[in-house]
Protein backbone atom coordinates (compact mmCIF):
# COMPACT_ATOMS: atom_id res chain seq x y z
CA UNK A 1 0.00 0.00 0.00
CA UNK A 2 2.73 2.53 0.94
CA UNK A 3 4.42 1.42 -2.41
CA UNK A 4 1.37 2.58 -4.45
CA UNK A 5 0.79 5.69 -3.00
CA UNK A 6 4.78 6.57 -2.74
CA UNK A 7 3.85 6.14 -6.84
CA UNK A 8 1.11 8.26 -6.64
CA UNK A 9 2.84 11.03 -4.68
CA UNK A 10 5.83 10.82 -7.05
CA UNK A 11 3.30 10.93 -10.41
CA UNK A 12 1.23 13.83 -9.11
CA UNK A 13 4.64 16.01 -8.01
CA UNK A 14 4.96 15.53 -11.99
CA UNK A 15 1.89 16.28 -12.77
CA UNK A 16 1.47 19.58 -11.05
CA UNK A 17 5.27 20.37 -12.42
CA UNK A 18 3.87 19.39 -16.37
CA UNK A 19 0.62 21.71 -15.33
CA UNK A 20 2.67 24.65 -14.16
CA UNK A 21 4.65 24.24 -17.23
CA UNK A 22 1.27 24.17 -19.36
CA UNK A 23 -0.23 27.32 -17.23
CA UNK A 24 2.99 29.26 -17.95
CA UNK A 25 2.18 29.39 -21.62
CA UNK A 26 -1.52 30.93 -20.77
CA UNK A 27 0.51 33.58 -18.90
CA UNK A 28 2.37 34.74 -21.76
CA UNK A 29 -0.31 35.16 -23.82
CA UNK A 30 -3.41 36.59 -21.00
CA UNK A 31 -1.56 39.59 -20.16
CA UNK A 32 -4.84 40.21 -17.73
CA UNK A 33 -4.73 37.74 -15.66
CA UNK A 34 -0.77 37.42 -15.49
CA UNK A 35 -1.08 38.07 -11.88
CA UNK A 36 -3.64 35.35 -10.94
CA UNK A 37 -1.64 32.84 -13.53
CA UNK A 38 1.83 33.43 -11.66
CA UNK A 39 0.04 33.41 -8.17
CA UNK A 40 -1.54 29.74 -9.31
CA UNK A 41 2.45 28.67 -11.09
CA UNK A 42 4.02 29.45 -7.27
CA UNK A 43 1.35 26.95 -5.31
CA UNK A 44 1.94 24.82 -7.82
CA UNK A 45 5.47 24.34 -7.16
CA UNK A 46 5.52 24.36 -4.02
CA UNK A 47 2.46 21.36 -3.74
CA UNK A 48 4.62 19.60 -6.08
CA UNK A 49 7.78 20.03 -3.45
CA UNK A 50 5.33 19.52 -0.65
CA UNK A 51 4.11 16.32 -2.39
CA UNK A 52 7.59 15.05 -2.47
CA UNK A 53 8.15 15.88 1.12
CA UNK A 54 5.96 13.68 1.97
CA UNK A 55 6.87 11.04 -0.24
CA UNK A 56 10.26 11.11 1.41
CA UNK A 57 8.60 11.44 4.95
CA UNK A 58 6.93 8.31 3.87
CA UNK A 59 9.97 6.32 2.69
CA UNK A 60 11.86 7.76 5.80
CA UNK A 61 13.07 5.46 8.84
CA UNK A 62 12.65 8.69 11.26
CA UNK A 63 9.44 9.69 9.99
CA UNK A 64 7.60 6.54 8.96
CA UNK A 65 6.10 5.91 12.31
CA UNK A 66 4.66 9.22 12.09
CA UNK A 67 3.31 8.74 8.54
CA UNK A 68 0.33 6.39 9.41
CA UNK A 69 -1.32 10.00 11.08
CA UNK A 70 -1.46 11.41 8.35
CA UNK A 71 -2.19 8.69 5.40
CA UNK A 72 -5.72 8.44 5.38
CA UNK A 73 -5.93 12.18 5.30
CA UNK A 74 -3.44 12.85 2.37
CA UNK A 75 -5.70 10.20 0.55
CA UNK A 76 -8.62 12.87 1.46
CA UNK A 77 -6.32 15.22 -0.96
CA UNK A 78 -5.14 12.98 -4.07
CA UNK A 79 -8.84 12.50 -5.68
CA UNK A 80 -9.19 16.07 -5.42
CA UNK A 81 -5.77 17.40 -6.58
CA UNK A 82 -6.14 15.13 -9.61
CA UNK A 83 -9.42 16.11 -10.91
CA UNK A 84 -8.33 19.89 -10.37
CA UNK A 85 -5.17 18.91 -12.58
CA UNK A 86 -7.07 17.05 -14.80
CA UNK A 87 -9.34 19.91 -15.62
CA UNK A 88 -6.60 22.08 -16.17
CA UNK A 89 -5.28 19.62 -18.40
CA UNK A 90 -8.51 19.27 -20.24
CA UNK A 91 -8.11 23.07 -20.70
CA UNK A 92 -4.87 22.84 -22.58
CA UNK A 93 -6.13 20.23 -24.67
CA UNK A 94 -9.20 22.65 -25.70
CA UNK A 95 -6.78 25.35 -26.05
CA UNK A 96 -5.91 23.71 -29.28
CA UNK A 97 -9.54 24.46 -31.12
CA UNK A 98 -10.54 27.56 -29.00
CA UNK A 99 -9.41 30.97 -27.82
CA UNK A 100 -6.98 30.91 -24.77
CA UNK A 101 -9.50 33.68 -23.17
CA UNK A 102 -12.18 31.55 -23.82
CA UNK A 103 -11.20 28.05 -22.15
CA UNK A 104 -9.51 30.22 -19.46
CA UNK A 105 -12.73 31.54 -18.84
CA UNK A 106 -14.62 28.08 -18.73
CA UNK A 107 -12.26 26.79 -16.33
CA UNK A 108 -12.36 29.83 -14.06
CA UNK A 109 -16.34 29.87 -14.23
CA UNK A 110 -16.52 25.82 -13.75
CA UNK A 111 -13.97 25.88 -10.60
CA UNK A 112 -15.44 28.95 -8.73
CA UNK A 113 -19.37 29.02 -9.61
CA UNK A 114 -19.96 25.21 -10.43
CA UNK A 115 -17.58 23.65 -7.44
CA UNK A 116 -17.15 26.81 -4.70
CA UNK A 117 -13.25 27.41 -5.33
CA UNK A 118 -11.16 29.23 -7.76
CA UNK A 119 -7.93 27.91 -8.70
CA UNK A 120 -5.55 29.71 -7.23
CA UNK A 121 -7.39 29.29 -3.73
CA UNK A 122 -7.68 25.64 -3.95
CA UNK A 123 -3.92 25.25 -4.79
CA UNK A 124 -2.90 27.40 -1.65
CA UNK A 125 -5.34 24.87 -0.07
CA UNK A 126 -3.94 21.79 -1.23
CA UNK A 127 -0.42 23.86 -0.52
CA UNK A 128 -1.38 24.59 2.95
CA UNK A 129 -2.98 20.82 3.46
CA UNK A 130 0.17 19.32 2.77
CA UNK A 131 2.85 21.62 4.13
CA UNK A 132 -0.27 20.93 7.88
CA UNK A 133 0.49 17.08 7.19
CA UNK A 134 4.67 17.64 6.87
CA UNK A 135 4.37 19.21 10.32
CA UNK A 136 2.14 16.39 11.70
CA UNK A 137 4.80 13.77 10.44
CA UNK A 138 7.50 15.74 11.69
CA UNK A 139 5.81 15.73 15.51
CA UNK A 140 4.31 19.27 15.30
CA UNK A 141 0.36 19.63 15.44
CA UNK A 142 -0.85 22.90 13.41
CA UNK A 143 -4.28 24.18 14.39
CA UNK A 144 -5.20 24.79 11.23
CA UNK A 145 -5.61 21.54 9.85
CA UNK A 146 -8.95 20.62 10.79
CA UNK A 147 -10.00 23.35 8.95
CA UNK A 148 -8.20 23.02 5.90
CA UNK A 149 -9.28 19.03 6.43
CA UNK A 150 -12.83 20.32 6.25
CA UNK A 151 -12.62 22.67 3.52
CA UNK A 152 -10.71 20.35 1.27
CA UNK A 153 -13.79 17.52 1.99
CA UNK A 154 -16.39 20.52 0.70
CA UNK A 155 -14.16 21.02 -2.08
CA UNK A 156 -13.98 17.09 -3.08
CA UNK A 157 -17.29 16.69 -2.56
CA UNK A 158 -18.17 19.84 -4.80
CA UNK A 159 -16.05 18.34 -7.81
CA UNK A 160 -17.88 14.74 -7.25
CA UNK A 161 -21.12 16.37 -7.51
CA UNK A 162 -19.87 18.51 -10.88
CA UNK A 163 -18.80 15.10 -12.08
CA UNK A 164 -22.15 14.10 -11.90
CA UNK A 165 -24.12 16.68 -13.51
CA UNK A 166 -25.20 15.82 -16.96
CA UNK A 167 -23.60 18.92 -18.72
CA UNK A 168 -21.08 20.97 -17.69
CA UNK A 169 -21.44 24.32 -18.26
CA UNK A 170 -19.04 25.74 -21.10
CA UNK A 171 -18.90 29.83 -22.21
CA UNK A 172 -19.61 29.64 -25.79
CA UNK A 173 -17.29 31.09 -28.40
CA UNK A 174 -19.06 34.72 -29.79
CA UNK A 175 -17.18 33.74 -33.27
CA UNK A 176 -16.44 31.00 -35.42
CA UNK A 177 -13.29 29.01 -34.85
CA UNK A 178 -12.36 30.45 -38.79
CA UNK A 179 -12.92 34.02 -37.44
CA UNK A 180 -11.15 34.25 -34.21
CA UNK A 181 -7.53 34.34 -32.87
CA UNK A 182 -6.35 32.32 -30.79
CA UNK A 183 -5.71 35.09 -28.32
Given at each position: ?????????ARLAESTEEVASGLHNFRDVLPRHATQITASLS??????????GVDQAQNNRDYAPSFYRIKEDVGILIPSLE?????????????????FHTVWEDLRYHMEQEEGLGLHERLSCYRNFLQAQLEIVRGFQPRS????????????????AAELRPNR???????TSASCSRY
Amino acid sequence: MAARQSRTLARLAESTEEVASGLHNFRDVLPRHATQITASLSELFAISSALRGVDQAQNNRDYAPSFYRIKEDVGILIPSLERTLTDVMDMFARSSHRPFHTVWEDLRYHMEQEEGLGLHERLSCYRNFLQAQLEIVRGFQPRSVRDLKRQLLVLRNAQEAAELRPNRTVIADSCTSASCSRY
